[in-house]
């Protein structure tokens, strides 16, 4: 009778003990890293299909970025610290910018490493209409004080044409 229980008991530990051991395995697989790759193939198409200004239409079109990383101490100490990018696609004559044309991709290159990410709009009320906002918030945590290349992928969805537009030697300015 004490052999069924120990038997029946252990059978209730594994049934409760692997549920928690997986979802355990699931949720660390699973904690979002930002994507980060060394990819000589990509880098080498990025640098040689962009450029600093893009011609869409009848616009031209610049990169500025603001690139950080919020290092305030203080408050509740955050597990994580990721560069954060805040990129505008400028139409240099000051025109509004289309509807259809968007920025996709995000890549940002140190060295021969590439961060890419898939930008967010950026929300701010008080961006002027010659400018389109994007914002990655989730960037690996390089080193400030350096400078990076960045690289949109912008698509004008009238056409579905595709452009790279480059920013050299942008700083990543350190938050305090």
Sequence with gaps: MNALLNI?????????????AL?????LISCEKPDVIEDPDLLN???????????IETGKYILETDLSRNLMPGGPIPTKRPLVALIFLVNTDSLQ???????????????????????????????????????SN?????NTDIYVDVVAEVIDRSTDDRYLVIAKHQYIEALY
């Design 8 to 20: 029946v008991s252990m059978k209730i530990r594994v049934i409760i003990i692997i549920p928690l």
């Design 23 to 27: 979802s355990l395995i699931i949720s």
């Design 45 to 55: 198409s990025l640098y040689t299909n962009s450029s600093d200004t893009i011609n």
């Design 97 to 135: 910018i289309s509807s259809d044309i968007d920025i996709r991709k995000l890549y940002v290159i140190k060295d021969r490493l590439i961060w890419t990410s898939n930008p967010n709009d950026s929300n701010d009320p008080y961006l002027p209409d010659f400018k389109l906002g994007k914002v």
């Design 138 to 142: 989730d960037g690996p945590e390089w």
